[in-house]
Protein backbone atom coordinates (compact mmCIF):
# COMPACT_ATOMS: atom_id res chain seq x y z
CA UNK A 1 0.00 0.00 0.00
CA UNK A 2 1.59 3.28 -0.98
CA UNK A 3 0.58 6.11 1.27
CA UNK A 4 0.71 10.21 0.36
CA UNK A 5 4.67 10.54 1.76
CA UNK A 6 5.52 8.23 -0.95
CA UNK A 7 3.82 9.55 -3.73
CA UNK A 8 4.81 13.18 -2.27
CA UNK A 9 8.48 12.23 -2.51
CA UNK A 10 8.08 10.37 -5.97
CA UNK A 11 6.76 13.65 -7.20
CA UNK A 12 9.10 15.81 -6.10
CA UNK A 13 12.23 13.39 -6.92
CA UNK A 14 10.87 13.89 -10.42
CA UNK A 15 10.84 17.64 -10.46
CA UNK A 16 14.07 17.91 -8.68
CA UNK A 17 15.98 15.79 -11.35
CA UNK A 18 14.48 18.01 -14.41
CA UNK A 19 16.88 20.18 -15.83
CA UNK A 20 14.34 22.17 -17.71
CA UNK A 21 11.83 22.29 -14.14
CA UNK A 22 15.18 23.32 -12.34
CA UNK A 23 16.21 26.28 -14.99
CA UNK A 24 12.80 27.51 -14.54
CA UNK A 25 12.78 27.88 -10.80
CA UNK A 26 16.29 29.07 -10.82
CA UNK A 27 14.68 32.40 -13.15
CA UNK A 28 11.58 32.47 -10.87
CA UNK A 29 14.26 32.91 -7.65
CA UNK A 30 16.22 35.16 -9.43
CA UNK A 31 12.88 37.70 -10.75
CA UNK A 32 13.76 37.02 -14.21
CA UNK A 33 10.98 34.42 -14.73
CA UNK A 34 7.25 35.42 -16.85
CA UNK A 35 4.27 33.64 -17.44
CA UNK A 36 5.92 31.95 -20.40
CA UNK A 37 7.68 30.22 -17.75
CA UNK A 38 5.47 29.81 -15.16
CA UNK A 39 2.98 28.29 -17.74
CA UNK A 40 6.07 25.65 -18.29
CA UNK A 41 6.18 24.82 -14.70
CA UNK A 42 2.81 23.70 -14.30
CA UNK A 43 3.12 21.81 -17.51
CA UNK A 44 5.97 20.38 -16.07
CA UNK A 45 4.51 19.58 -12.69
CA UNK A 46 0.99 17.99 -14.69
CA UNK A 47 3.06 15.85 -16.13
CA UNK A 48 5.16 14.74 -12.94
CA UNK A 49 1.89 14.18 -10.76
CA UNK A 50 -0.06 12.48 -13.55
CA UNK A 51 2.38 10.14 -14.18
CA UNK A 52 3.47 9.69 -10.41
CA UNK A 53 -0.35 9.17 -9.83
CA UNK A 54 -1.79 6.87 -12.66
CA UNK A 55 1.13 4.37 -11.21
CA UNK A 56 0.61 4.42 -8.00
CA UNK A 57 -2.67 5.43 -8.16
CA UNK A 58 -4.66 1.33 -7.51
CA UNK A 59 -2.13 0.89 -4.99
CA UNK A 60 -2.98 4.43 -2.74
CA UNK A 61 -3.97 3.61 0.72
CA UNK A 62 -6.53 6.31 0.82
CA UNK A 63 -7.20 7.04 -3.30
CA UNK A 64 -9.43 9.94 -3.25
CA UNK A 65 -7.97 11.53 0.21
CA UNK A 66 -4.59 11.31 -1.07
CA UNK A 67 -5.03 12.54 -4.29
CA UNK A 68 -7.00 15.45 -3.54
CA UNK A 69 -4.07 16.60 -1.02
CA UNK A 70 -1.56 16.20 -3.75
CA UNK A 71 -3.84 18.26 -6.27
CA UNK A 72 -4.27 20.69 -3.41
CA UNK A 73 -0.16 20.96 -3.00
CA UNK A 74 0.14 21.48 -6.82
CA UNK A 75 -2.64 23.76 -7.03
CA UNK A 76 -1.01 25.96 -4.21
CA UNK A 77 2.31 25.72 -5.61
CA UNK A 78 1.30 26.78 -8.82
CA UNK A 79 -0.82 29.65 -7.88
CA UNK A 80 1.68 30.93 -5.23
CA UNK A 81 4.87 30.64 -8.09
CA UNK A 82 2.67 32.87 -10.23
CA UNK A 83 1.92 35.59 -7.44
CA UNK A 84 5.68 35.54 -7.13
CA UNK A 85 6.38 36.01 -10.77
CA UNK A 86 3.59 38.55 -10.89
CA UNK A 87 4.69 40.96 -8.23
CA UNK A 88 8.41 40.96 -9.70
CA UNK A 89 7.06 41.71 -12.87
CA UNK A 90 5.22 44.37 -11.13
CA UNK A 91 8.14 46.03 -9.31
CA UNK A 92 10.17 46.72 -12.82
CA UNK A 93 6.90 48.36 -14.11
CA UNK A 94 6.41 50.69 -10.61
CA UNK A 95 2.36 48.91 -10.57
CA UNK A 96 1.40 48.07 -6.92
CA UNK A 97 -1.67 45.73 -7.35
CA UNK A 98 -2.12 42.49 -5.50
CA UNK A 99 -1.88 39.13 -7.11
CA UNK A 100 -4.91 37.36 -6.84
CA UNK A 101 -5.63 33.74 -5.98
CA UNK A 102 -8.20 31.26 -7.00
CA UNK A 103 -9.62 29.04 -5.02
CA UNK A 104 -8.87 25.64 -4.92
CA UNK A 105 -11.94 23.64 -7.29
CA UNK A 106 -13.34 21.51 -4.52
CA UNK A 107 -16.16 19.95 -6.41
CA UNK A 108 -14.13 19.36 -9.60
CA UNK A 109 -11.39 17.99 -7.40
CA UNK A 110 -13.95 15.86 -5.80
CA UNK A 111 -15.75 14.35 -9.14
CA UNK A 112 -12.31 13.33 -10.23
CA UNK A 113 -11.31 11.60 -7.24
CA UNK A 114 -14.38 9.90 -7.36
CA UNK A 115 -13.99 8.31 -10.65
CA UNK A 116 -11.15 6.90 -9.29
CA UNK A 117 -13.29 4.39 -6.64
CA UNK A 118 -15.64 3.34 -9.76
CA UNK A 119 -15.93 0.15 -9.21
CA UNK A 120 -17.63 -0.82 -12.57
CA UNK A 121 -14.46 0.01 -14.59
CA UNK A 122 -11.22 -2.09 -15.98
CA UNK A 123 -8.13 -1.14 -13.59
CA UNK A 124 -6.65 0.22 -16.67
CA UNK A 125 -9.20 2.70 -17.04
CA UNK A 126 -8.43 4.00 -13.90
CA UNK A 127 -5.09 4.56 -14.45
CA UNK A 128 -5.87 6.51 -17.81
CA UNK A 129 -8.37 8.75 -15.49
CA UNK A 130 -5.62 9.38 -12.95
CA UNK A 131 -3.21 10.24 -15.96
CA UNK A 132 -5.42 12.40 -17.87
CA UNK A 133 -7.42 13.84 -15.09
CA UNK A 134 -4.58 14.77 -12.78
CA UNK A 135 -2.80 16.51 -15.90
CA UNK A 136 -5.93 18.54 -16.92
CA UNK A 137 -6.60 20.11 -13.33
CA UNK A 138 -2.68 20.53 -12.08
CA UNK A 139 -2.31 22.83 -15.75
CA UNK A 140 -5.86 24.73 -14.65
CA UNK A 141 -3.87 26.38 -11.62
CA UNK A 142 -2.06 28.18 -14.03
CA UNK A 143 -4.84 28.82 -16.33
CA UNK A 144 -7.63 29.79 -13.18
CA UNK A 145 -4.84 32.61 -11.94
CA UNK A 146 -4.24 33.81 -15.61
CA UNK A 147 -8.44 34.42 -15.71
CA UNK A 148 -8.79 35.89 -12.31
CA UNK A 149 -5.86 38.40 -12.67
CA UNK A 150 -6.80 39.62 -15.94
CA UNK A 151 -10.28 40.22 -15.03
CA UNK A 152 -9.08 42.28 -11.78
CA UNK A 153 -5.95 44.10 -13.45
CA UNK A 154 -8.50 44.68 -16.49
CA UNK A 155 -10.95 46.15 -13.54
CA UNK A 156 -8.48 48.35 -11.53
CA UNK A 157 -7.16 50.53 -15.24
CA UNK A 158 -4.99 48.06 -16.95
CA UNK A 159 -4.63 47.35 -20.27
CA UNK A 160 -4.72 43.57 -20.51
CA UNK A 161 -4.31 41.12 -23.48
CA UNK A 162 -4.97 37.65 -23.39
CA UNK A 163 -2.64 35.39 -25.21
CA UNK A 164 -3.25 31.70 -26.56
CA UNK A 165 -0.27 30.07 -28.51
CA UNK A 166 -1.70 26.77 -29.94
CA UNK A 167 0.78 23.70 -29.40
CA UNK A 168 -0.11 22.31 -32.85
CA UNK A 169 -2.45 19.64 -30.31
CA UNK A 170 -5.39 20.03 -32.47
CA UNK A 171 -7.52 22.41 -35.10
CA UNK A 172 -9.41 23.73 -32.41
CA UNK A 173 -6.66 25.08 -30.47
CA UNK A 174 -5.24 26.34 -33.31
CA UNK A 175 -8.83 28.53 -34.54
CA UNK A 176 -8.35 30.47 -30.95
CA UNK A 177 -4.80 30.71 -30.93
CA UNK A 178 -4.11 34.40 -30.85
CA UNK A 179 -3.45 37.83 -28.37
CA UNK A 180 -7.19 39.44 -27.42
CA UNK A 181 -7.94 42.72 -25.91
CA UNK A 182 -8.94 42.10 -22.52
CA UNK A 183 -12.77 41.82 -23.31
CA UNK A 184 -12.96 40.52 -26.65
CA UNK A 185 -11.55 36.45 -26.28
CA UNK A 186 -13.85 34.27 -27.61
CA UNK A 187 -15.38 32.96 -24.58
CA UNK A 188 -14.22 29.39 -24.14
CA UNK A 189 -10.45 31.05 -24.71
CA UNK A 190 -9.55 28.54 -21.49
CA UNK A 191 -11.03 25.71 -22.50
CA UNK A 192 -8.73 22.91 -22.45
CA UNK A 193 -8.62 18.97 -23.95
CA UNK A 194 -7.16 16.17 -22.39
CA UNK A 195 -3.46 16.76 -22.93
CA UNK A 196 -3.95 20.01 -24.50
CA UNK A 197 -0.60 22.12 -24.18
CA UNK A 198 -1.34 25.38 -25.51
CA UNK A 199 0.27 28.20 -23.42
CA UNK A 200 -2.60 30.50 -22.31
CA UNK A 201 -1.29 34.21 -19.85
CA UNK A 202 -1.78 37.60 -19.74
CA UNK A 203 -0.29 41.01 -20.67
CA UNK A 204 -1.41 43.89 -18.26
CA UNK A 205 1.51 45.90 -17.56
CA UNK A 206 0.09 48.84 -19.35
CA UNK A 207 -1.83 51.64 -17.33
CA UNK A 208 -4.56 53.42 -19.74
CA UNK A 209 -5.96 55.68 -17.04
CA UNK A 210 -8.40 55.45 -14.04
CA UNK A 211 -12.26 54.71 -15.26
CA UNK A 212 -14.01 58.24 -15.11
CA UNK A 213 -17.82 58.81 -12.68
CA UNK A 214 -19.52 58.37 -16.23
CA UNK A 215 -18.06 55.10 -16.31
CA UNK A 216 -16.86 55.33 -20.61
CA UNK A 217 -14.48 57.78 -20.15
CA UNK A 218 -10.67 57.57 -18.60
CA UNK A 219 -9.19 60.06 -16.76
CA UNK A 220 -6.09 60.93 -19.31
CA UNK A 221 -4.02 62.74 -16.16
CA UNK A 222 -1.93 59.26 -16.29
CA UNK A 223 0.39 58.60 -19.44
CA UNK A 224 -1.61 57.76 -22.52
CA UNK A 225 -0.59 54.39 -23.87
CA UNK A 226 -2.17 53.82 -27.36
CA UNK A 227 -3.55 50.48 -27.93
CA UNK A 228 -1.49 47.69 -29.30
CA UNK A 229 -3.65 46.20 -32.03
CA UNK A 230 -3.33 42.54 -31.78
CA UNK A 231 -0.16 41.25 -34.04
CA UNK A 232 -0.93 37.37 -34.75
CA UNK A 233 -3.43 35.99 -36.91
CA UNK A 234 -3.50 31.95 -37.88
CA UNK A 235 -3.70 30.65 -40.98
CA UNK A 236 -5.22 27.47 -41.65
CA UNK A 237 -4.66 25.45 -44.91
CA UNK A 238 -6.21 22.77 -46.29
CA UNK A 239 -3.50 19.29 -47.07
CA UNK A 240 -3.77 20.79 -50.97
CA UNK A 241 -3.17 24.27 -49.87
CA UNK A 242 -0.24 22.97 -47.75
CA UNK A 243 1.06 20.95 -50.14
CA UNK A 244 1.28 23.35 -53.13
CA UNK A 245 2.57 25.56 -50.37
CA UNK A 246 5.61 23.65 -49.77
CA UNK A 247 5.68 22.91 -53.38
CA UNK A 248 6.29 26.37 -54.30
CA UNK A 249 8.42 27.01 -51.66
CA UNK A 250 10.76 23.91 -52.44
CA UNK A 251 10.87 25.52 -55.88
CA UNK A 252 13.67 28.03 -55.17
CA UNK A 253 16.12 25.92 -54.11
CA UNK A 254 16.08 23.72 -57.31
CA UNK A 255 18.80 23.95 -59.83
CA UNK A 256 20.28 26.40 -57.64
CA UNK A 257 22.00 23.90 -55.21
CA UNK A 258 21.50 20.77 -56.76
CA UNK A 259 23.95 18.19 -55.36
CA UNK A 260 22.49 15.25 -57.44
CA UNK A 261 25.25 15.37 -59.95
CA UNK A 262 27.45 14.35 -56.90
CA UNK A 263 28.09 10.82 -56.39
CA UNK A 264 26.61 9.81 -52.82
CA UNK A 265 24.37 13.35 -52.99
CA UNK A 266 20.67 13.35 -52.93
CA UNK A 267 18.67 16.57 -53.11
CA UNK A 268 15.71 14.68 -50.89
CA UNK A 269 18.60 14.97 -48.48
CA UNK A 270 19.29 18.62 -49.05
CA UNK A 271 19.65 20.39 -46.05
CA UNK A 272 18.68 24.16 -45.13
CA UNK A 273 21.40 25.40 -44.09
CA UNK A 274 20.17 28.92 -44.21
CA UNK A 275 17.65 27.73 -41.65
CA UNK A 276 19.58 25.45 -40.02
CA UNK A 277 22.47 27.91 -38.92
CA UNK A 278 19.59 30.85 -37.87
CA UNK A 279 18.66 31.87 -34.49
CA UNK A 280 15.34 31.22 -35.45
CA UNK A 281 16.45 27.57 -35.50
CA UNK A 282 18.27 27.60 -32.22
CA UNK A 283 15.17 29.15 -30.55
CA UNK A 284 13.69 26.05 -30.65
CA UNK A 285 16.33 24.91 -28.13
CA UNK A 286 16.16 28.13 -25.71
CA UNK A 287 15.23 26.73 -22.25
CA UNK A 288 14.71 23.85 -22.56
CA UNK A 289 18.57 22.63 -20.56
CA UNK A 290 19.64 23.09 -17.35
CA UNK A 291 22.43 25.91 -18.55
CA UNK A 292 23.33 27.42 -21.53
CA UNK A 293 26.37 25.32 -22.50
CA UNK A 294 24.24 22.64 -22.75
CA UNK A 295 21.95 24.09 -24.63
CA UNK A 296 24.72 25.74 -27.24
CA UNK A 297 26.30 22.30 -27.08
CA UNK A 298 22.95 20.49 -28.15
CA UNK A 299 22.76 23.10 -31.22
CA UNK A 300 25.86 22.84 -31.97
CA UNK A 301 25.83 19.13 -32.02
CA UNK A 302 22.67 19.46 -34.54
CA UNK A 303 24.23 21.94 -37.04
CA UNK A 304 27.88 20.49 -37.12
CA UNK A 305 25.90 16.40 -38.21
CA UNK A 306 23.46 18.11 -41.14
CA UNK A 307 26.53 20.14 -42.27
CA UNK A 308 28.25 16.96 -41.97
CA UNK A 309 26.01 14.77 -44.08
CA UNK A 310 24.09 17.38 -46.14
CA UNK A 311 22.49 15.87 -49.61
CA UNK A 312 23.38 12.31 -48.20
CA UNK A 313 21.41 9.29 -45.91
CA UNK A 314 24.03 8.72 -43.86
CA UNK A 315 23.56 9.60 -39.77
CA UNK A 316 25.93 10.74 -37.22
CA UNK A 317 25.21 10.58 -33.43
CA UNK A 318 26.61 13.11 -30.59
CA UNK A 319 25.87 11.95 -26.75
CA UNK A 320 26.60 14.98 -24.76
CA UNK A 321 26.32 15.29 -21.07
CA UNK A 322 23.48 16.71 -19.65
CA UNK A 323 24.35 18.89 -16.75
CA UNK A 324 27.59 19.95 -18.42
CA UNK A 325 27.24 20.20 -21.96
CA UNK A 326 31.03 18.32 -22.41
CA UNK A 327 30.66 15.48 -25.40
CA UNK A 328 30.47 12.08 -24.23
CA UNK A 329 30.84 10.41 -27.67
CA UNK A 330 30.80 10.58 -31.08
CA UNK A 331 29.66 8.07 -33.71
CA UNK A 332 29.11 7.96 -38.09
CA UNK A 333 26.71 5.75 -39.28
CA UNK A 334 28.42 2.86 -41.35
CA UNK A 335 25.00 2.14 -43.42
CA UNK A 336 22.32 4.24 -44.43
CA UNK A 337 19.71 5.74 -41.99
CA UNK A 338 20.70 4.45 -38.67
CA UNK A 339 23.25 4.60 -36.05
CA UNK A 340 25.15 1.46 -34.27
CA UNK A 341 26.44 1.75 -30.88
CA UNK A 342 29.50 0.17 -29.89
CA UNK A 343 29.24 -2.40 -27.06
CA UNK A 344 31.35 0.12 -25.12
CA UNK A 345 29.28 3.18 -25.59
CA UNK A 346 25.60 0.71 -24.98
CA UNK A 347 28.00 -0.42 -21.24
CA UNK A 348 28.47 3.55 -20.82
CA UNK A 349 24.65 4.06 -21.31
CA UNK A 350 23.59 1.76 -18.70
CA UNK A 351 25.95 2.42 -16.11
CA UNK A 352 25.78 6.35 -16.12
CA UNK A 353 23.22 8.01 -13.85
CA UNK A 354 19.87 8.95 -14.37
CA UNK A 355 18.96 11.54 -17.11
CA UNK A 356 22.49 12.28 -17.54
CA UNK A 357 22.83 11.69 -21.00
CA UNK A 358 21.66 14.06 -24.00
CA UNK A 359 21.74 11.58 -27.52
CA UNK A 360 21.46 13.70 -30.93
CA UNK A 361 21.18 12.61 -34.28
CA UNK A 362 20.41 13.54 -37.68
CA UNK A 363 17.08 12.80 -40.09
CA UNK A 364 18.44 12.67 -43.34
CA UNK A 365 14.86 12.92 -44.80
CA UNK A 366 13.19 14.73 -41.98
CA UNK A 367 11.15 11.86 -40.50
CA UNK A 368 9.68 11.45 -37.32
CA UNK A 369 11.71 8.94 -34.91
CA UNK A 370 11.20 5.21 -36.06
CA UNK A 371 10.00 2.77 -33.76
CA UNK A 372 13.70 1.52 -33.35
CA UNK A 373 14.48 5.24 -32.22
CA UNK A 374 12.05 4.87 -29.29
CA UNK A 375 12.60 1.29 -28.89
CA UNK A 376 16.17 2.04 -27.63
CA UNK A 377 15.97 5.04 -26.26
CA UNK A 378 13.60 3.28 -23.83
CA UNK A 379 15.86 1.39 -22.69
CA UNK A 380 18.52 3.39 -20.65
CA UNK A 381 17.62 5.30 -17.75
CA UNK A 382 20.88 7.64 -18.38
CA UNK A 383 19.44 9.05 -21.67
CA UNK A 384 17.21 12.55 -20.58
CA UNK A 385 16.76 12.96 -24.59
CA UNK A 386 17.07 11.90 -27.64
CA UNK A 387 16.75 14.08 -30.29
CA UNK A 388 16.05 13.43 -34.17
CA UNK A 389 17.33 17.06 -36.09
CA UNK A 390 15.98 16.62 -39.59
CA UNK A 391 17.66 18.42 -42.58
CA UNK A 392 14.79 20.31 -42.77
CA UNK A 393 14.98 22.65 -39.81
CA UNK A 394 12.46 19.94 -38.18
CA UNK A 395 13.43 18.93 -34.46
CA UNK A 396 11.85 15.46 -32.75
CA UNK A 397 12.89 15.34 -29.24
CA UNK A 398 11.58 12.30 -26.76
CA UNK A 399 11.90 12.60 -22.82
CA UNK A 400 11.39 9.85 -19.62
CA UNK A 401 10.92 7.09 -21.94
CA UNK A 402 13.02 4.26 -20.03
CA UNK A 403 10.79 1.62 -18.92
CA UNK A 404 7.70 3.24 -20.95
CA UNK A 405 7.38 0.13 -23.30
CA UNK A 406 5.44 -2.57 -21.61
CA UNK A 407 5.48 -5.66 -21.96
CA UNK A 408 7.17 -7.38 -24.91
CA UNK A 409 5.05 -8.89 -27.61
CA UNK A 410 5.70 -11.08 -30.28
CA UNK A 411 5.68 -7.99 -32.86
CA UNK A 412 8.04 -5.88 -30.41
CA UNK A 413 6.43 -3.90 -27.13
CA UNK A 414 3.23 -2.73 -26.30
CA UNK A 415 3.94 0.83 -26.83
CA UNK A 416 5.52 -0.19 -30.51
CA UNK A 417 2.12 -1.88 -30.87
CA UNK A 418 -0.25 1.50 -30.07
CA UNK A 419 2.25 3.18 -32.71
CA UNK A 420 1.43 0.91 -35.05
CA UNK A 421 -2.47 0.98 -33.96
CA UNK A 422 -2.33 4.75 -34.17
CA UNK A 423 -0.61 4.70 -37.51
CA UNK A 424 -3.04 2.98 -39.14
CA UNK A 425 -6.22 5.52 -37.87
CA UNK A 426 -3.85 9.00 -38.72
CA UNK A 427 -2.65 7.97 -41.75
CA UNK A 428 -6.34 8.16 -43.08
CA UNK A 429 -6.74 11.82 -42.81
CA UNK A 430 -2.90 12.92 -42.90
CA UNK A 431 0.21 12.63 -44.74
CA UNK A 432 2.91 9.84 -43.71
CA UNK A 433 5.08 12.12 -41.51
CA UNK A 434 2.51 14.11 -40.08
CA UNK A 435 0.68 10.69 -39.41
CA UNK A 436 4.02 9.61 -37.86
CA UNK A 437 4.53 12.50 -35.48
CA UNK A 438 0.14 12.66 -34.15
CA UNK A 439 0.54 8.58 -33.75
CA UNK A 440 3.94 9.24 -31.17
CA UNK A 441 1.73 12.10 -29.56
CA UNK A 442 -0.78 9.23 -29.00
CA UNK A 443 1.55 6.51 -27.48
CA UNK A 444 3.60 9.05 -25.42
CA UNK A 445 0.06 10.60 -23.54
CA UNK A 446 -0.94 7.30 -22.71
CA UNK A 447 2.40 5.49 -22.41
CA UNK A 448 3.31 8.31 -20.06
CA UNK A 449 6.54 10.07 -21.74
CA UNK A 450 7.77 13.59 -23.47
CA UNK A 451 7.16 13.87 -26.81
CA UNK A 452 7.90 16.98 -29.23
CA UNK A 453 7.76 18.10 -32.49
CA UNK A 454 10.04 21.73 -32.48
CA UNK B 1 11.16 -13.12 -37.13
CA UNK B 2 12.21 -9.66 -36.47
CA UNK B 3 14.92 -8.54 -38.86
CA UNK B 4 18.31 -7.36 -37.32
CA UNK B 5 17.89 -3.82 -37.28
CA UNK B 6 20.66 -0.74 -36.01
CA UNK B 7 19.97 1.10 -32.64
CA UNK B 8 18.98 4.09 -34.04
CA UNK B 9 17.24 2.90 -37.45
CA UNK B 10 15.57 5.36 -39.23
CA UNK B 11 14.85 2.73 -42.76
CA UNK B 12 11.24 2.33 -41.36
CA UNK B 13 8.88 2.72 -44.67
CA UNK B 14 4.89 3.65 -44.74
CA UNK B 15 4.84 -0.01 -46.29
CA UNK B 16 6.77 -1.43 -42.97
CA UNK B 17 4.65 0.26 -40.84
CA UNK B 18 1.27 -1.41 -42.70
CA UNK B 19 3.08 -4.54 -43.18
CA UNK B 20 3.80 -4.55 -39.40
CA UNK B 21 0.30 -3.93 -38.52
CA UNK B 22 -1.17 -6.44 -40.87
CA UNK B 23 1.43 -9.40 -39.31
CA UNK B 24 -0.70 -8.48 -36.00
CA UNK B 25 -3.36 -7.64 -36.41
CA UNK B 26 -4.86 -8.66 -40.06
CA UNK B 27 -6.71 -6.92 -42.45
CA UNK B 28 -8.72 -5.19 -40.74
CA UNK B 29 -11.37 -2.16 -41.90
CA UNK B 30 -11.51 1.49 -41.06
CA UNK B 31 -14.31 0.46 -38.32
CA UNK B 32 -12.29 -1.98 -37.09
CA UNK B 33 -9.41 0.24 -36.63
CA UNK B 34 -11.30 2.93 -35.26
CA UNK B 35 -12.62 0.41 -32.84
CA UNK B 36 -9.06 -0.87 -32.03
CA UNK B 37 -7.97 2.50 -31.67
CA UNK B 38 -10.59 3.73 -28.76
CA UNK B 39 -10.20 0.49 -26.92
CA UNK B 40 -6.44 1.24 -26.68
CA UNK B 41 -6.49 4.88 -26.08
CA UNK B 42 -9.47 5.72 -24.97
CA UNK B 43 -10.67 8.38 -27.62
CA UNK B 44 -11.22 9.48 -30.86
CA UNK B 45 -8.55 10.72 -32.50
CA UNK B 46 -8.07 14.43 -33.06
Known sequence: MADYKQLREAIDKKLSTDPEFRTIVKRINGGRATFIDTERYAQITARAVSRELSAEVLDLSDREGITTQILRDSYEDINSTCA??????????????????????????????????????????????????????????????????????????????????????????????????????PD?????????????????????????????????????????????EPTSFTQEQAKELERSNLQRFRGVNS????????????????????????????GKYANSDVENAVVSACRQIIKNRNGTFYEEAFFIDANTGKTISYIKGKQKNGIEMSDKLKKRLTKSPDNSIIMVHNHPNSSPFSTEDYSTSAKYSSLYETIACGHNGDVYSFRNTFGTQGATTNFGSEAVREYHIAYQKHKRDNTDFVARHKSWDSVSENRGFDYEKR | MKKDKMDFDDTETADDLNKAFVDEFGDLSDDEIDELYQNTFGKTAQ
Open chain 1, 84 to 185: RVQRAMDEKAGIHIRPQQEDFPTERVQQFTHSLVDPTVEDSVIKRRARAGSDTIVKSAHDDFIRKNATFRNDAGLTCYIIREGSNCCEWCSSVAGKYKFGTQ
Open chain 1, 259 to 286: LSSKPGKSDSALANMDFINSSAYADKFK
Open chain 1, 188 to 232: DIFRRHDNCDCTIIYDGQVLRGQLNLDGVTRNTTWQQIGDVPAEY
